[in-house]
């Protein structure tokens, strides 16, 4: 990420977590309070640290920051992604309800909208 988007990603009040290993940046993840709800945000671990927990010690560490709904939007094709959210207690929110979430709590264009799922934990009661 660019140093400027990140910097704007801060300023629309984004908190960044890092996790090191061997005194190297390996993995980082964002949260952002937006309604009433928390957004995971910008989650990247270094490709030679994925698959050893650092994605996992990261959300569990924003998971114990709060008690509020936390809401994921990625791409509906990144299978990988929706399987990690699902192990750690977040469920798919219908494709009926995900277009509204994305524009409500999101700023990204149609055509992403047109490629991403939402997940949530705990899950969204049915509509």
Request: proline share 6%; charged share 20%; net charge neutral.
């Given at each position: 990420?660019?140093?400027?988007?990140?910097e704007?990603?801060?300023?629309?009040?984004?908190?960044?977590?890092?996790?090191?290993?061997?005194?190297?940046?390996?993995?980082?993840?964002?949260?952002?309070?937006?309604?009433?709800?928390?957004?995971?945000?910008?989650?990247?671990?270094?490709?030679?640290?994925?698959?050893?927990?650092?994605?996992?010690?990261?959300?569990?560490?924003?998971?114990?920051?709060?008690?509020?709904?936390?809401?994921?939007?990625?791409?509906?094709?990144?299978?990988?992604?929706?399987?990690?959210?699902?192990?750690?207690?977040?469920?798919l929110?219908g494709?009926?309800?995900?277009?509204?979430?994305?524009?409500?709590?999101?700023?990204?264009?149609?055509?992403?909208?047109?490629?991403?799922?939402?997940?949530?934990?705990?899950?969204?009661?049915?509509?």
């Amino acid at each position: 990420m660019p140093l400027h988007e990140l910097e704007g990603e801060i300023a629309a009040g984004v908190e960044f977590w890092g996790y090191e290993a061997g005194g190297a940046l390996v993995g980082v993840m964002g949260f952002q309070s937006v309604l009433g709800i928390d957004l995971i945000r910008h989650a990247y671990v270094s490709p030679n640290y994925q698959r050893h927990g650092v994605g996992s010690a990261l959300l569990d560490h924003l998971a114990r920051s709060t008690r509020r709904r936390m809401l994921v939007g990625t791409w509906a094709a990144a299978d990988w992604a929706v399987r990690f959210y699902r192990r750690h207690g977040f469920e798919l929110v219908g494709p009926e309800r995900t277009p509204a979430l994305l524009k409500t709590y999101w700023a990204i264009p149609d055509r992403q909208i047109e490629a991403s799922v939402v997940l949530a934990n705990p899950p969204l009661a049915e509509a």
